[in-house]
């Protein structure tokens, strides 16, 4: 059974710092390209973060780019999300994600597993 749990999440004030980790079983994710995802109320899933097989190559949102780092660790299944510098609009539930496909690695439609998601909220 695959499971991705999610951990890290909090209330922070603005320019504050977080770290979300996300620790995988069930499957092995040197094998899979990783991501975060955020949703906030009424809005649709969008991709947040997400990086290669090995890590070297990572890809950011816009929005994030310069504040928020991933980083995987295969040997230990796991997948962290450093944000820093922190604002009101990054508040969400964040999700993890794993996608075992070739296609667009921003797009929700890629990805095979998640998991429940961490809530993250920024006060102003």
């Known amino acids: 059974q695959v499971q991705l749990v999610e951990s890290g999440g909090g209330l922070v004030q603005a320019g504050g710092s977080l770290r979300l980790s996300c620790v995988v079983s069930?499957?092995?994710?040197?094998?899979?390209?990783m991501a975060w995802f955020r949703q906030a109320p009424g809005k649709g899933r969008e991709f947040v973060a997400g990086?290669?097989?090995?890590?070297?190559?990572?890809y950011y949102a816009d929005s994030v780019k310069g504040r928020f780092t991933i980083s995987r660790d295969n040997a230990k299944n796991l997948v962290d999300l450093r944000m820093n510098s922190l604002k009101p609009d990054d508040t969400a539930v964040y999700y993890c994600?794993?996608?075992?496909?070739?296609?667009?690695?921003?797009?929700?439609?890629?990805?095979?597993?998640w998991g429940q998601g961490t809530q993250v909220t920024v006060s102003a």
């Open positions: 069930g499957l092995t994710i040197g094998n899979y390209r």
């Open positions: 994600g794993a996608t075992s496909g070739y296609g667009y690695i921003k797009s929700v439609s890629q990805y095979n597993y």
């Open positions: 990086a290669d097989w090995s890590g070297k190559n990572t």
